[in-house]
């Protein structure tokens, strides 16, 4: 099942999204021609009038929902209890943080020579608030991105996104917490998400992976230990029925490396979710900014709402289970994997790898009207090259071109090219 077909009257105005069937339809009668490839878009050639609009393309109350998460978001479009779109967006946070340390890196060694350097400048900046670092605000601002895109793609209404990993605090009733918040309807599941996360989804004595892990009592409760967060972790069932009630340091006795490991590790705090949690909150500040109705769910809750509704564990289920939710029709399961590679480099001249300039980049980007990143349809129809290529362009000033198709095609000139999307920072697939 595939993703619905994004409609456009004249105006781009955004109208009712399609099926892809009735898409193809309006592409063969010639009443529509292609906005857009990804996310696939059509724009009406006449105006509908009332009746038409009433009967295929009225606007309908849509929701964009969001699951953050620190190298993909999910992402969701229903039409009520119908899901219509969905999509993965991986980000490049990782390449960000190389690149920066690439960069600080090459700066110390510069200033490290007995060759003249500019001085150390990193005490006249003041960060402002709610600074985030390039790498974690780059990921609000992809998804703000996409969900902008949507905006003007759909008639959307509302926005849901999960804006805490872990909500240990709070269920229905405020003044519920401690050991009392795990009696509630999501009974386990957040307490469960949390551990997943903090021990990597392995059992805490054997480290296996892959398979069932139980709850289980560091210090047992046989003898006195308690049932809070700092008290638990996650163990298979082999290593729990060992343990059974003995004491961590009599049942690791003869492994005190492990056991300093598993109590430092108890101790500390969840990096990686504290950093995820503080783009969540930016985000959701943005998406306030957009105008329209933001709700927000707990990871715990989108875990029990997939879990109840029997789906597969996926990024753009999760992100179609946040919030609220009562039961959910899917109408596509062929997500658009979206994946961000960046606008290029600002570099002047490639260096080797002693840092000497090896090429210079030349300085107009583009070539016959063509920009390296550009998706591009060539037909050629001489030479030994004869066949249609669609794939991203590689521009050269000569005017002679590769193309990334399902292979690398090199030297189509640019007469027999026709661009179909123009870069946007991202790549698409299916």
Avoid at 72 to 93: P, W
Avoid at 278 to 303: C, E, I, M, Y
Avoid at 317 to 329: P, Q, R
Wanted: hydrophobic share 35%.
């Amino acid at each position: 099942m595939q993703n619905y077909t994004f409609v456009l009257d004249p105006n781009k105005q955004p109208l009712h999204p399609v099926h892809p069937a009735v898409a193809r339809r309006l592409l063969s009668n010639g009443e529509a021609a292609v906005f857009r490839r990804y996310p696939f878009t059509i724009i009406l050639k006449r105006a509908v009038n009332t009746t038409e609009q009433s009967m295929a393309f009225r606007p309908a109350s849509y929701e964009i929902k969001l699951d953050p998460g620190s190298k993909t978001t999910g992402i969701a479009l229903l039409k009520g209890e119908n899901i219509i779109f969905v999509g993965e967006l991986n980000h490049r946070g990782q390449a960000i943080k190389a690149s920066l340390d690439s960069r600080r890196a090459i700066r110390r060694s510069r200033r490290a020579r007995h060759t003249r350097y500019r001085q150390a400048r990193f005490l006249n900046r003041i960060r402002p608030k709610g600074w985030l670092a390039p790498s974690l605000k780059h990921r609000v601002d992809t998804t703000l991105t996409w969900v902008n895109k949507f905006i003007k793609f759909a008639p959307v209404n509302s926005i849901a996104m999960e804006l805490v990993r872990f909500d240990l605090q709070q269920l229905e009733k405020p003044e519920i917490s401690g050991v009392e918040y795990q009696q509630g309807e999501l009974l386990g599941y957040e307490i469960r998400e949390y551990l997943l996360n903090k021990w990597e989804r392995k059992c805490t004595y054997c480290k296996v992976e892959n398979i069932p892990l139980q709850v289980e009592h560091i210090h047992p409760k046989a003898k006195g230990g308690s049932n809070r967060i700092s008290n638990l972790c996650l163990a298979c069932e082999k290593c729990n029925l060992k343990k059974g009630t003995q004491d961590i340091n009599d049942f690791l006795l003869k492994k005190p490396d492990l056991l300093k490991q598993i109590m430092a590790q108890v101790k500390q705090p969840l990096k990686d979710a504290t950093a995820v949690n503080s783009t969540r909150w930016a985000l959701f500040n943005q998406l306030k900014l957009t105008g329209l109705p933001v709700t927000t769910g707990s990871g715990g809750q989108t875990k029990y709402n997939r879990t109840r509704l029997e789906l597969p564990k996926t990024h753009y289920f999760d992100a179609a289970c946040v919030g609220k939710v009562d039961k959910l029709i899917v109408l596509t399961t062929q997500p658009l994997l979206i994946k961000a590679n960046g606008h290029g480099t600002r570099q002047m001249c490639r260096t080797d790898k002693f840092g000497f300039p090896s090429r210079y980049v030349p300085r107009d980007k583009f070539v016959k009207g063509f920009q390296t990143g550009d998706l591009v349809k060539a037909v050629v129809t001489r030479g030994r090259k004869v066949g249609q290529y669609i794939g991203r362009v590689a521009v050269r000033s000569s005017g002679s071109f590769n193309i990334s198709a399902k292979e690398l095609v090199q030297g189509i000139s640019h007469k027999y090219c026709q661009t179909l999307q123009r870069k946007d920072g991202y790549s698409y697939q299916f």
